[in-house]
């Protein structure tokens, strides 16, 4: 039977002290200490005693308490109920055992044993979607000065397939306490992102406010200011959150931030990178800045967010990452010459650089209060803003206020982007062939990857045929094409649908003379055109 350490202690030190004992009675000449000898091991085997009983009433209170929490959790760890203001929040399906990862913020975060739930998120919406290939996380909080989040949506959706829409889930995580500051967020999210939202591929999650410490009084280190220190700290706990709800979700997790533009390929890229590597990897990097575009297996995120936790007050969260590799695979007994060396190969195999890079920070506004941040990835390359096609001979004429230099014309030629103010109902973008002609098809995209927002919204695709006897009969006797015709004689061809056009043209309608873009409803955004493509039986 194995005995305690408490148990094992007071033996062994009465053990030792017995023989000293009798070496003092057998020296005759020291007989006036005996009792003085005898009267200290007395005392110190009193005081061993009393530790040993001190010992083990401290374990059953520990036990007492740990038993006290994993009841109160598992009572409550199956819903997570908070209704905010007018919010609706969603109970989150949890699984019946709580993850050994989830009870060890406990001890990091001692503050959380008084509020049980606030390890678990507000979800404000979102369809709980599970077993995809990628979830990308996105932590965003209140700027003083613009918010990037919409423009980094529109940019990481942009041309993604249906396919690659139901492998993937989004999740945006509103690192705010206040009500209707995160009521305001989630709702241009799903004005935005209807579709996205409504499918699974966008939730948006808030932490509860008792998920927070009290930052008042953190130690300054690294020569920080007290905001900075309050700031990077806060930051280091709202990466922790979103990774340990993501985690369950997918295979892999994408580390991103709320001021960014990606590349249109990016998730196929992603996944080639991925498998190409023949070596077990902790980390894959997307991007060289901060902690934009990083690739986590998600089996391995509890593991990492435990050793964020554990010094999430000393350092910002890219040098934890580092240190994390460092104490991963680092000899510490090599030489001060050979460690540097052997530490950078060693970190190199878990933590691999993808080159070109997928992501770019676009920001300049941080979200530590006064901070301009102008950062470039200088391997992201040059952004492609459009797209050049050989289009016909055409006359070009908008009712849009043109911004700066950039032209229907430039677009059309394939020179620029075209590029004008928000578009009001009734405004137009026309093109009016020199000569009629049998046009098969045609293609228009508006936004790019800078400004994948400023697209065409309720704009309509119409062509106007070139024989005038047709276009009186479809004035007076009404749309044998089974297509709406507008008093000037136009066909409603096709519309723009998240802001690409694209189709092939009856040729029963025969030549035709012109092609207009219609804008049926005022619009909040800019408008862009990056491609033109109008394929004739010519070109």
């Known amino acids: 039977m194995r005995l305690r350490l408490g148990q094992v202690l007071p033996a062994l ?21 005996l009792d003085m000898y005898q009267y200290q091991l007395l005392e110190l085997q009193q005081r061993l005693l009393y530790a040993e009983k001190e010992n083990i009433k401290r374990s059953h209170e520990l036990s007492s308490a740990l038993d006290e929490i994993k009841h109160i959790v598992a009572r409550r760890m199956n819903v997570t109920k908070n209704h905010t203001g007018d919010i609706k929040w969603k109970d989150l399906n949890l699984p019946r055992k709580l993850p050994m990862h989830l009870t060890n913020m406990y001890y990091y975060l001692p503050h959380l044993r008084e509020y049980v739930d606030a390890i678990f998120p507000n979800v404000i919406f979102g369809q709980q979607r599970t077993g995809v290939s990628l979830v990308m996380g996105i932590p965003t909080v209140k700027r003083e000065k613009q918010n990037y989040l919409i423009d980094t949506l ?46 699974g591929v966008l939730e948006v999650i808030s932490p509860p406010a008792s998920y927070y410490p009290d930052f008042s009084n953190l130690e300054k280190t690294l020569g920080d200011s007290e905001d900075r220190v309050r700031w990077r700290t806060k930051q280091n706990l709202d990466y922790s959150f979103l990774m340990l709800y993501a985690q369950p979700k997918g295979t892999f997790y994408l580390q991103l931030e709320d001021d960014i533009i990606a590349k249109p390929d990016y998730i196929e890229s992603i996944k080639s990178f991925a498998a190409q590597q023949s070596q077990d990897w902790m980390v894959l990097e997307f991007s060289q800045l901060g902690f934009i575009g990083k690739l986590f297996k998600s089996e391995d995120l509890p593991f990492i967010v435990d050793f964020f936790l554990m010094f999430y007050k000393d350092k910002p969260i890219d040098w934890l990452i580092d240190h994390l590799l460092w104490v991963k695979v680092c000899n510490p007994e090599k030489d001060a010459v050979s460690i540097i060396t052997h530490c950078e190969k060693e970190k190199s195999k878990l933590r691999i650089r993808a080159k070109p890079s ?55 030629k394939g020179e620029d982007c075209f590029w004008a103010s928000a578009p009001v109902a009734g405004d137009y973008i026309r093109f009016t062939f020199l000569n009629p002609l049998e046009v098969e098809k045609y293609l228009f995209r508006s936004g790019n990857l800078e400004h994948p927002g400023d697209k065409l919204f309720n704009t309509t695709v119409e062509v106007l045929p070139a024989d005038e006897t047709l276009r009186k009969e479809l004035h007076y006797n009404g749309n044998k094409f089974n297509y709406p015709a507008t008093k000037a004689g136009y066909l409603k061809i096709g519309a723009f649908e998240n802001g690409i056009a694209e189709g092939n043209i009856n040729k029963s309608i025969g030549r035709i003379q012109a092609i207009r873009l219609s804008v049926s409803s005022d619009s909040p955004f800019w408008a862009i055109l990056s491609e033109v493509l109008i394929k004739t039986s010519e070109n």
């Open 13 to 33: 030190c009465l053990g030792a002290a017995f023989p000293l004992l009798w070496y003092a009675v057998w020296q005759g000449s020291r007989g006036n200490y």
């Open 154 to 199: 529109h940019s990481l959706l942009y041309q993604l397939s249906e396919e690659q829409k139901k492998d993937c889930i989004i999740i945006i995580f509103i690192a705010e306490v206040n009500t209707e500051y995160v009521k305001s967020i989630a709702e241009s999210v799903k004005t935005s992102f209807p579709r996205e939202v409504q499918s």
């Open 358 to 412: 997928l992501f770019q920070h676009m920001g300049i506004y941080s979200s530590l209060s006064g901070k301009i941040q102008i950062l470039k990835d200088k391997d992201f390359g040059k952004n492609l803003l459009y797209k050049a096609h050989n289009n016909p001979p055409a006359k070009l004429d908008t009712s849009l206020r043109i911004y700066q230099q950039y032209t229907l014309e430039k677009v059309y």
